[in-house]
């Protein structure tokens, strides 16, 4: 639904703040700041206005003063934006004298990119890739999102897009004209299957999930190993309880962390031994059930009694022992108490993370999108084995508008309310 209000916020950060961005966007954006701003400058030239009250002509402000005519700005209406200094009081007045307009309103959180998205500036790939990029707390997920948010995504949906609708159209006309030979000819069938396999192949990309999550790096091994002491150590705080009595971590523990710009859950757990009351079962099992789950488990304990895992890190904890001189085969010597190896410990840990990872900067899907690419391509190929043109051209309409929900076109209300609640205020 577009509305035709006029939408205001405070787009820059909580004052105080150096400077305060207000932005104003909407068919009144010029005219209600040309009221507190005077004449307002060509468009993209920022120049020095003082900003007045509209009713007594008091001065409020020195401000530069930005304007864009829509469709070129970033919501794709007029928009107007005042850096004001950034103090409370002047962010605060300033913001009361525009709200004190008739047909201004305060925006809601994320409406300036919601209305980004429903004038075509952004499709809904972008708009995720945006909201992603704000609450990216990483290095690699500020580079993933920002392969999404600047259209990276887009682009090759568009290209999908277009193949497709070539073979719908064909499809289509085949019925009109009662052509089946055109439709179900070996060339045709073969580019539906061909668009069919280039699905595939990005539904089997790492996706981004793991990325905003964290990985799972879980530290196990038999009681005393010194893995509350590792996970301490590599946390920079104490996080564990750590005594020399067998059995001292019982719940898992896990600590947010990121290791070479990466985000993981590294996880402390019980030491695995048959238990010696009710609570250590339990953080046994519990332990047991995180190695399942585990993207990488980390193992102090004897190489021979370490689980099966497709990601595993065998580490010679407490290497500083005497006695523990010998490193076996394949493990990585570490000391929690002198640090030395951790170096080493997180260099390999970095290097398996990034085999489940989205490379950087790749495109990684969300869920949302490879369930509807999965979709698409599961017509297609359905497409591609129909025998009646019919089914075929039916298949191809299911794609395309797999497609649609996927740039959000179409049928995606929930989907949008739910991101858009995610942007705060002023975005
Ligand atoms: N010398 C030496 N002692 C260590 C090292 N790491 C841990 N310790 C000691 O080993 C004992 C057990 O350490 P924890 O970190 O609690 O071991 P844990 O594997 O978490 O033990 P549970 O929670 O009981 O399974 C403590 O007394 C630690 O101080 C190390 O690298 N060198
Ligand atoms: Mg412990």
Not at 308 to 331: F, I, S, Y
Request: proline share 5%; with cysteine; aromatic share 4%.
């Amino acid at each position: 639904m577009r509305t035709l209000d006029t939408i205001f916020a405070l787009s820059s950060g909580r004052p105080p703040a150096a400077v305060g961005l207000i932005r104003i966007s909407g068919p009144q954006a010029h005219a209600a700041a040309s009221r507190i701003a005077g004449d307002l400058p060509v468009p993209r030239v920022a120049s020095v206005r003082e900003l007045r009250d509209p009713a007594t002509d008091e001065l409020l402000d020195q401000a530069l003063v930005l304007r864009f005519n829509g469709p070129a700005s970033a919501t794709g209406e007029d928009v107007v934006e005042f850096h004001c200094h950034g103090g409370r009081a002047v962010v605060e007045v300033v913001l009361s004298r525009l709200a004190a307009i008739d047909g201004l309103r305060q925006a809601r959180p994320g409406e300036f990119t919601r209305r980004a998205f429903e004038s075509g500036r952004i499709d809904l790939s972008e708009a995720e890739g945006l909201a992603d990029l704000l609450e990216a707390e990483t290095e690699s997920q500020r580079k993933a999102a920002l392969a999404i948010a600047e259209g990276g995504l887009r682009r090759q949906i568009e290209q999908w897009q277009a193949r497709l609708l070539e073979l719908s159209a064909i499809a289509e006309l085949a019925i009109d004209y009662d052509d089946v030979d055109e439709a179900l000819d070996p060339e045709f069938i073969a580019s539906c299957d061909a668009l069919a396999s280039d699905l595939e192949q990005w539904l089997c990309r790492p996706r981004v999930e793991p990325l905003k999550d964290g990985l799972l790096i879980v530290v196990a091994g038999p009681p005393n190993a010194g893995k509350s002491s590792l996970v301490n150590l590599v946390a920079g705080e104490e996080r564990s309880i750590v005594t020399d009595v067998p059995g001292t971590t019982r719940d898992h523990i896990e600590v947010p962390l990121s290791i070479a710009g990466i985000p993981v859950r590294l996880t402390d757990t019980a030491g695995l031994r048959a238990a010696e009351d009710e609570p250590e079962a339990i953080g046994v099992e519990r332990a047991r059930s995180l190695l399942k789950i585990a993207d990488i488990v980390v193992w102090l304990g004897a190489a021979t009694e370490a689980p099966v895992h497709p990601r595993l890190v065998l580490v010679h904890a407490k290497a500083d022992l005497a006695g523990r001189e010998e490193v076996p085969a394949g493990m990585i010597p570490v000391s929690a108490l002198t640090g030395a190896g951790v170096a080493a410990l997180l260099e390999r840990l970095a290097e398996l993370a990034g085999t489940i990872l989205p490379g950087e900067g790749a495109i990684a899907l969300n869920r949302r999108q490879a369930d509807l690419i999965g979709a698409a391509q599961r017509s297609l190929r359905a497409a591609a084995c129909a025998t009646e043109l019919s089914i075929l051209a039916e298949e191809l309409r299911h794609a395309r508008s797999a497609f649609d929900r996927l740039t959000g076109r179409a049928g995606v209300e929930n989907v949008l309310d739910a991101l858009f609640a995610r942007f705060c205020l002023g975005k």
